[in-house]
Structure formats: structure tokens, C-alpha cells
């Protein structure tokens, strides 16, 4: 099946390729002799020639505007989705891992929250290519939204240890999350329910699905703010990984901070 891209990038193709043709047929057009017994055919000629490529134009808009449309629907649904799932990066693998203790674990002793049961998680597993370089982030499902927003809401309490936590974001969302934080710095980028937040220079808060909503961000401010070279908290991969074999099992009593720390 054809993705959303692929349709675009053809369609890409297709423009400029008549736009090409186009050029070149007009550039002959100019060139031709203009003597008084074929001047009334070229005119006629240029003039239906106009009509023509008004029209090529109008019918590419009118299929980029469907296609994206189309891609905006698809992305919503996509990110509707994924509204119950958080992104844990940081935390080390190991063979034969038990992937639901190793994150309620850090949920319990790192973010303090030790009354959740394995119940409350959907499903786990890791994504990526596994390599040796850094661990591959955890996307989890939690099978009630309030679970998740509770867990989102503790995260600043993961600022001093070395797991991240992120919202799984979609393709087109977690580009443009990037290219935000880039532009805008990242204390003025936040994501919410899989919806990107942009605090522009002017104080106004603007919510970013599309890459229409951010170029509209852009014309406003063309030109990067001073708070835009913010500090960025290093990647997972820099810093001290967490190992499962420090954290509780979930069947048993939460290990207090101390204890955790001895374990490492």
C-alpha cells in the first residue's frame, strides 16, 4: 500500500515535469518566426496554450490540497491512537528483561508513584534497532488515559536521573517536535495529548499538528529568538543507564531511593 509520502513525492515529480515541459514549449513558442502569415496561428495558439496550463496548475493544487488533507486525517487517527502510550528512554536491556517490572519499577521508586499494578499496563516492548551504543527507548500503553496523564504530570521528577520520558509522537508530529524545539528552544516547546505547544516570542501559545501550523509560526517570526539556544538535557545514550536489575520487581514491596541507589 502507497504511503501518504510516496503519493506526495510523485505528485512532486509530476509538477515538475510539466512545469518543465511547459517552460520549454513556451521558450520555442517565443522563437518561432512571427511573420504576418502565421502570426494569427500563434496567437491562437499561446492563447489556448495559457488555458491549458492554468488549468495543469489548477488541477496539481487541487490534488496536493486532497492529499493533504487526506495525510492531516490519517496522522490525527494515528495520533488518537497512541493518546494512552509514553516513551521511556534510558533505561539499559538486558537478556530475558521483564519489561512490565522494569518500568513499573522506575514509575514506583523514580517518579513515586508505588500503588500501580501490572494491570494498569496494556502492553510494553522496545522499538528500534537494537545496537550497543545505547539502550532502545520502551513504548508503553497503559490501559486507562488517567494512568497515563498521572505518570506525564510526575515527569519533572525524572530530571535529575537518566531516563527520558516522552510522549510517542507520530512520524509527521515527532519531525515537526524537532524542527520546534530547534527553532523556538526548548523551553518554549511542549507536547500534550500528542499535540505540539509553541510559546512564540510574543508570549501568544500556538498548538502545531501540521507543517501549514508551523510554517505560520515561521512567517511570524522569521528569525530565531535569543531563547531559542536554550541548554538541552543531554540524549539517554550519554548519560548513566538505568539497570533493570536495580529496580523492584512489580509483584514485590517498592524499594525505597536509598535502597535503589546501594543496588546500582
Known sequence: MARVEDILEVHKNIAE??????????KQLKSTSNTEGNRNSLDKLASEFKEFKASVWNILDLLRTLVTNLS?????????????????????????????????GTIQVLMGIPDLQP????????????SER????????FNDLKVKSLIWSS??????????????????????????????????????????????????RRRVTTQED??????????????????????SSALPRVSPSGLPDASKKPLTRRNLVKKQ
Open 155 to 204: 515527569k519533572k521528577k525524572l530530571k535529575s536521573s537518566p531516563v527520558v520520558l516522552s510522549e510517542f509522537l507520530t512520524k509527521v508530529r515527532q519531525s515537526l517536535f524537532t524542527k520546534a524545539r530547534k527553532r523556538f528552544g526548548i523551553t518554549n516547546t511542549w507536547t500534550l495529548n500528542g499535540n505540539i505547544y509553541i510559546k512564540l516570542p510574543n508570549n501568544e
Open 72 to 104: 492531516s486525517q490519517i496522522d490525527d487517527i494515528d495520533n488518537t491512537s497512541r493518546r494512552n502510550a509514553l516513551l521511556f528512554g534510558g533505561i539499559q536491556e538486558a537478556e530475558g528483561e521483564n519489561l512490565v517490572s522494569t518500568v513499573l
Open 134 to 141: 545505547a539502550p532502545r527507548p520502551i513504548v508503553v500503553r
Open 119 to 130: 494491570g494498569v499496563i496494556q502492553y510494553c516492548h522496545r522499538i528500534g534497532s537494537k
Open 17 to 26: 515535469s510539466l512545469g518543465n515541459r511547459m517552460a520549454e514549449f513556451e
Open 214 to 235: 508551523f510554517d505560520e509560526c515561521l512567517k511570524m517570526f522569521p528569525s530565531p529568538s535569543p531563547s531559542s539556544h536554550s541548554v538541552v538535557k543531554p540524549a
